[in-house]
């Protein structure tokens, strides 16, 4: 199947964007602020696809009484509650997510739900830190010092005498080392970045049509 | 399995009890801290001091719950203070699952002062685009948030009447966990020139820093110990009570020497069983 | 000149300060356009070895061998995101090879737009290798675009299914830890690749191979051996040569007290 159709809109489309991000030209402007927000409008309307796709994958668990079919159950209702409570009730002036049914799911199921998912990462960080954080090399070492002054100018744990400078030493690793090797490698991903959209533009870059190169 | 390998190869389940008690004991019992207050965050205290009463500030608020740890203390602390000054706070955000979240915290705070929503402070809710919505602002508010967060045109609430745009604000904060900070800073500040406060979280603090030492920033509050500053700040001048950050910072405080303990348990465990493989050795055994 | 030429035909103006990034632009482009040239004329570039990249068909194969399928995700970023179309040429290389070796490949998606990219991707890779009765397209799905839902619902996929091999290139936030640790504790071999800055400390931790930044974009010129494609990346290297230039001088005029470069390329003191 030609990909020149798709390949000539990609460039064209590129072309058009980088003119607007560089050249002040009313009409390319214009253009470059319609299409901004046309792709929020089709993005809103992508949803649908992703809806389908969630529906068929769970009803089909559902009639295959695959394993853990009873969490698909939870999904629905879950999924109903929340469209059901915003798009259809109202309570006065109250629609949407002002109305409570909805706000009170939102801020006693959907709130604490995430900040324990969030919370998990202090569990995780330990039993990562621990089973990483080995001195198996002249690398390994440094990470592991460096980690460890960090954690330890972070909070106050150990103050007074010797440990006085713990804050300072913290600020040095974050604003020197750190900072550079942080620079250094967003300058590579900024260059990664401009390579790989311009090799799109072009049409060197083929693989994110799917099907063969030609 | 003798004791070394058990040392490097400690179940996670214990680690992860031994991390549930050393925050939940803390928090369940919280004691006052010796905090050291740093520089970037009596920078925004005072900074926040010196706006004059009567005034107008905006609040980007631009966290959702997943980072409310953080950040949500300093929010309630700065709220307490401007409200404190009997400042006008306007409240507009750019993460949509935030206006319910900031919508609860304004009404809890501004009842505790007699403030009135639409006279006192007023939650014009989200508008997607990040930085365009950062940039319409210094244009014209009205034009890019019309309405307000429960559907009441700008030109009702008494408020938004004399307010425009950014000449209209004594300060702009940003409580920020993501990288709002930056389109702030060179739309806000950069070509509007109005002054900026922001907040962060740790993982995010550091790119900021440099804003703070070119003075694009009046002050930068970081992360939990930061929020646990502010509210030490708040504690010395207006006697509020030491809430969920300086509690937090307990907890954290204990969880990173865990952590530490533990990267020194397996790091004596690693050692050992090296020692006792050394090929040195084993020639000697021979 | 050309824009003076442009202003007075078309009142174009180029925006102000963006003047010096539009001449880097137009280098740039210059060096992709010498260096692909010569790759078309038969020259071959060499490039470092990258083990991440160099370990995911042995991955792959640990997979096959184990009777196990593969877990890909493409972060939690959308389609415009230029992370996430990095991911997406990775994933065609990588469906490519599960279905010759007959591994399933599950795409837990972010993002709606980015679950039909996936699709056909990985359908059009299937029917390359003429495998195309192997595809399930349930296999490719779209879960939620609220973070840790999906990163709750990718790590219910982790501890069912307990794939073998672990993919997690694109853009991530905080649940970055959250999927490497979980899929770490169920054994599998994890390659992770991320231009997000602030999460890499925790990819390094928790997986076996992590691509740093610009190995995400190098990824797929890497694995396609297409010297056509690997061009691109001595346009980046002669990117970073000037830079480096740029950075040396301004350092120079620096220490001197001069702010002359500095106003030069646009930037403020």
Known sequence: MSNRGPLAVAFIAGMLMI???????????????????????????????????????????????????????????????????GLFMTSGDLTGTKHPWNAWLYTNVQLPLGATMFSLLAFFIASAAYRAFRARSLEATLLLLAACLVMLGQVPILTGGVFESLPEIKQWILDIPNMASKRAIMIGVGLGMMSTALKIIFGIERTYLGGSEE | MNIWDKLQSIDRRWIFLVMFI????????????????????RKAFERIE??????NVLISWDFDPGSQAELLPTAKAMLHQLFEKNVNIVVITLWPAAPTLADTTLNEISTLYNKQEGVDWVNLGFKPGLDIVVKSMGSDIHEIFPADDKGKRVENIPLMKDIRNYDDFNLVIDLSAGSSVDFYVEQAHGAYGADLVAAATGVMIGDFYPYLEANQL????????????????????????????????QAQAKAHLAIIIFIVLGNIGFFAKRKKTSPKLESLNK | MIFNFLNLIFQIQIKEGKGPVFLVLVLFICALV??????????????????????????????????????????????????????????????????????RLQVPS???????????????????????????????????????????????????????????????????????????????????????????????????????????????????EDSSIISSLKAQDFGKALLWIFLFIGSIFTFFGSVKFLSIIGGSS
Not at chain 3, 137 to 144: E, G, V
């Open chain 2, 218 to 249: 009046q002050g930068l509050v970081g992360a939990l110990v930061g929020a646990a500053e502010y509210e030490k700040l708040m504690e010395k001048a207006y006697g509020l009570e030491p809430d969920k950050a300086t509690a937090g910072m």
């Open chain 1, 19 to 85: 003119g607007d991000y560089f050249l002040d030209w009313g009409p390319l402007n214009s253009y470059a602020e319609w299409v901004q927000k046309y792709y929020i409008i089709i993005a809103a309307f992508a949803i649908v696809l992703g809806v389908a796709s969630l529906f068929k994958l769970h009803l089909g668990k559902l009639k295959r009484k695959e394993d853990g079919w009873r969490y698909s159950i939870v999904t629905f209702f879950g999924f109903f509650a929340m469209i059901v409570t």
């Open chain 3, 110 to 224: 972010f993002d709606p737009i980015v679950m039909t990219l996936s699709q056909e991707i990985v359908r059009e890779s299937y029917l390359e290798e003429g495998m195309i009765d192997s595809f399930r397209k349930d296999d490719i799905f779209y879960l939620t675009q609220e973070q840790f839902a999906y990163t709750a619902a990718v790590e219910g996929v982790l501890i069912r299914e307990k794939p073998a091999t672990v993919f997690l290139m694109g853009y991530f936030y905080a649940e970055s830890l959250l999927l490497a640790e979980t899929g770490n504790s169920i054994g599998a071999i994890q390659i992770a690749g991320t231009d997000a800055v602030t999460q890499l400390p925790f990819f390094i931790v928790s997986c076996d191979y992590t691509l740093i930044g610009e190995e995400l974009y190098a990824a797929s010129a890497y694995l396609s």
């Open chain 2, 22 to 41: 050393v925050i939940i004991i803390p928090l369940m019992n919280p004691k006052s801290l010796d905090i050291n207050v740093s520089e970037p965050t």
């Open chain 2, 50 to 55: 010196n706006v004059p009463s009567g005034s």
């Open chain 3, 34 to 103: 010498f260096f692909l040239d010569k790759a078309r004329k038969g020259a071959s570039f060499k490039i470092r070895k990258i083990a991440g990249l160099d370990a995911v068909n042995e991955a792959i194969g640990r997979a096959t061998e184990m009777g196990k399928s593969i877990l890909y995700t493409t972060g939690l970023e959308t389609a415009s995101h230029i992370a996430t179309i990095a991911s997406l040429t990775i994933l065609s290389r990588v469906a490519k090879r599960a279905a010759r070796y007959g591994t």
